[in-house]
């Protein structure tokens, strides 16, 4: 007979199967519970992090540097705003076809770079970029285009109107918009600005959705104390000098020794700071500042302020130079001529090598030292270029080291550490730090930069003395195709050989030179030229160097308006009122006026109606009249009119007036 079931079996298989599910549920919840403890608390942060970088990535959008503009306001550098080409790689769907696509609409398209696209796109990123800072007219091909995950945004790129002008001291500036040398690199954290941001948010998919940017803003801009004429001047002159010797560079500053303004500072080999990624690395080298060279006899200048500062030695001291060198141990040192016994003054006019090492000999190497430390030699003088090289100067000296330091060797020297050396010569003794940036302009305000005294370098009687022979050398020495009509110059020659890889002094190759400063007795600018390496026969400072420095110096006389301080034009007098008695007006000479002034037709009297009156007297006194003159401003009316018959040495009556001439007059000549 077969067992009957319990009536409450299926209770208990029940019990024992929700048993099971309870004991399964509350294991799962455990593991569930735990897995989100896991998630949410343990890695809570470095979820979030990563949800973030999926959903969301920030982009640095480079600041807008400020703008870098001359004394007058001429801009030298500036940012604009280019085109950017850039990818949401999860929006593309054939990477392919989009990189052929782009290929076609660029100007360069390299296999390098498509093979660098196609892998970009295949990161499927939310950002990449395609290519930066492209023309107007590729960002408008790409447009046209229309491509889905391809689009245009706008970027900041420094750009130099003016090309190769003032390029090694401006410097140049990268891809991120950071300075990368000169000034831009100096001042960058002022110019730099402050970046902005391109937040772009993806889904799940990473699929970008929406952007949200934040412009940056601009810097602040620099006015620098060059003269953007004049440095266009200074370097055209400094490039043809330079080819026309065949030399290997140059350079060439322009300073106000008043106050240590640089207005023109060129360096030869330049480069165009647009396409810098192009240019050899010693064509973007600040010569001026960078490169070291030994003097040669320009130092003879500071030799003999240090001798007449310590009353060693005065202009008319005699020192015997026969018989053209001198003997320090077991060196000859040798004069390029032979001379015998020639006053001090002569020394340093005729460059005398023998002269000058026994004006040293009598100082000694103690004082001759604390004078080359004093002139600014061995220190970085400047706060606004970066890379300044302090020179090299050697202490203690003994005797052969202090002869040659006496004559410009044995001691290395930047161009700006000698144009602002000399430049206290001729400002009556004062060292003033040299400096390129003369205000800071930012958040509407501007900020000058004062000058800056450092200390005083010899007295003001030391200064003119020496100032006296400077003037001799340009007169009648070394440094005569200097000579500017119309103005004293006082200035110094240099010409040193320069060392070989042997240690060896070349006898081929020279650094030539010449500094010098205008009008000597109130000077305006102290002008320096360095000639590296002339390879056309003559190497003297005095035929390579002096004859550039005659040019520029012409031209930036008539540029700055400065008065000619020998034989200068007479002043025009003229009557201050109609009561006022009619005096002739006294001219020069005929052959000092200028040879391009109208005469009028033969035999007839020139029209000078409308001409400031310096101009008609000069027009009519190469017509062989007397002119009388009437009031101020510009000639109004002449008695006899314009067209009557000429008689010679006639007088002609003029009247002037600030107002404009009558309508029946006409406008007048040129």
């Given at each position: 007979m077969a067992e009957t079931p319990h009536p409450d079996a299926w209770r208990l298989m029940l019990r024992r199967r929700l048993l099971v599910v309870a004991v399964i549920f509350v294991a799962w919840t455990a593991a569930i519970q735990a897995r989100l403890t896991w998630l949410q608390v343990v890695r809570h942060e470095e979820l979030v992090a990563s949800a973030e970088r999926q959903q969301m990535r920030t982009l640095t959008v480079p600041a807008k540097r400020g703008d870098i503009v001359d004394r007058n306001g001429r801009v030298l550098a500036t940012s604009v705003d280019v085109p950017t080409i850039y990818a949401v790689p999860t929006e593309i769907a054939d990477p392919a076809r989009t990189v052929a696509a782009l290929c076609r609409a660029l100007d360069e398209c390299t296999s390098e770079f498509r093979r660098g696209l196609l892998e970009r796109f295949a990161q499927r990123r939310p950002f990449v970029y395609v290519k930066r800072r492209v023309s107007h007219g590729e960002a408008a091909a790409v447009r046209g285009l229309d491509l889905d995950g391809i689009g245009l945004t706008e970027e900041s790129r420094r750009f130099y109107p003016n090309r190769e002008l003032l390029g090694p001291t401006l410097g140049f500036v990268g891809l991120d918009s950071r300075g990368l040398g000169g000034i831009e690199a100096r001042w960058n954290d002022l110019v730099l600005g402050k970046d902005g941001k391109v937040v772009v948010f993806a889904d799940a998919r990473r699929h970008a959705y929406d952007r949200v940017e934040r412009p940056p803003t601009t810097g602040a801009s620099l006015e620098l104390t060059i003269d953007a004429v004049l440095q266009h001047i200074v370097e055209r002159e400094l490039r043809n000098g330079i080819v026309e010797n065949r030399a290997v560079g140059g350079v060439a500053i322009v300073m106000d020794p008043t106050n240590g303004e640089i207005l023109a500072m060129a360096s030869e080999p330049s480069f165009n700071p647009n396409a810098f990624a192009r240019a050899?690395?010693?064509?973007?080298?600040?010569?001026?500042?960078?490169?070291?060279?030994?003097?040669?006899?320009?130092?003879?200048?500071?030799?003999?302020?240090?001798?007449?500062?310590?009353?060693?030695?005065?202009?008319?001291?005699?020192?015997?130079?026969?018989?053209?060198?001198?003997?320090?141990?077991?060196?000859?040192?040798?004069?390029?001529?032979?001379?015998?016994?020639?006053?001090?003054?002569?020394?340093?006019?005729?460059?005398?090598?023998?002269?000058?090492?026994?004006?040293?000999?009598?100082?000694?190497?103690?004082?001759?030292?604390?004078?080359?430390?004093r002139f600014g030699f061995g220190s970085r003088l400047s706060r606004d270029l970066p890379a300044e090289e302090p020179g090299i100067v050697w202490s203690p000296l003994n005797d052969s080291g202090l002869a040659s330091v006496s004559m410009g060797y044995q001691i290395g020297v930047t161009p700006l550490q000698m144009v602002t050396a000399v430049s206290s010569i001729a400002n009556g003794g004062t060292l003033f730090r040299p400096r390129i940036v003369r205000a800071v302009v930012g958040n509407g305000q501007r900020r000058a930069i004062e000058a800056e005294a450092l200390r005083r370098t010899i007295s003001a009687d030391t200064a003119s003395t020496l100032t006296t022979v400077m003037e001799e050398v340009v007169e009648r020495g070394t440094a005569r195709s200097a000579q500017l009509a119309g103005y004293r110059i006082a200035g110094k020659t240099g010409t040193a050989a320069k060392l070989t890889e042997a240690g060896t002094y070349s006898k081929s190759e020279y650094m030539s030179?010449?500094?010098?400063?205008?009008?000597?007795?109130?000077?305006?600018?102290?002008?320096?030229?360095?000639?590296?390496?002339?390879?056309?026969?003559?190497?003297?400072?005095?035929?390579?160097?002096?004859?550039?420095?005659?040019?520029?110096?012409?031209?930036?006389?008539?540029?700055?308006?400065?008065?000619?301080?020998?034989?200068?034009?007479?002043?025009?007098?003229?009557?201050?009122?109609?009561?006022?008695?009619?005096?002739?007006?006294?001219?020069?000479?005929?052959?000092?006026?200028?040879?391009?002034?109208?005469?009028?037709?033969?035999?007839?009297?020139?029209?000078?109606?409308?001409?400031?009156?310096?101009?008609?007297?000069?027009?009519?006194?190469?017509?062989?009249?007397?002119?009388?003159?009437?009031?101020?401003?510009?000639?109004?009316?002449q008695r006899p009119a314009a067209g009557e018959p000429l008689e010679p040495g006639a007088t002609v009556r003029l009247r002037l007036s600030r107002s404009s001439p009558p309508a029946s007059q006409p406008a007048g000549g040129r």
């Open positions: 050899k690395p010693e064509h973007r080298r600040n010569r001026a500042v960078q490169d070291i060279y030994e003097p040669g006899s320009t130092f003879k200048a500071f030799t003999a302020s240090a001798a007449f500062e310590e009353g060693v030695i005065n202009p008319e001291t005699p020192i015997d130079c026969a018989p053209g060198h001198i003997n320090i141990g077991s060196r000859r040192v040798r004069d390029v001529h032979t001379y015998g016994v020639l006053t001090f003054t002569d020394v340093i006019v005729k460059s005398s090598n023998v002269g000058a090492i026994k004006a040293g000999f009598r100082l000694g190497p103690e004082r001759m030292a604390r004078y080359v430390r030179s010449f500094v010098g400063f205008l009008p000597s007795r109130s000077p305006r600018v102290t002008v320096l030229v360095l000639i590296d390496t002339p390879r056309a026969g003559r190497y003297y400072g005095g035929s390579v160097a002096a004859p550039i420095f005659q040019r520029i110096a012409s031209a930036t006389a008539r540029h700055l308006g400065i008065p000619r301080a020998v034989h200068p034009e007479p002043p025009v007098v003229v009557a201050r009122g109609p009561a006022a008695a009619v005096q002739p007006v006294a001219f020069g000479p005929e052959s000092a006026l200028p040879q391009g002034d109208p005469v009028g037709p033969d035999g007839l009297l020139p029209d000078v109606t409308g001409m400031a009156a310096r101009v008609a007297v000069r027009v009519l006194a190469r017509a062989g009249l007397t002119p009388e003159i009437v009031g101020t401003g510009l000639v109004v009316e």
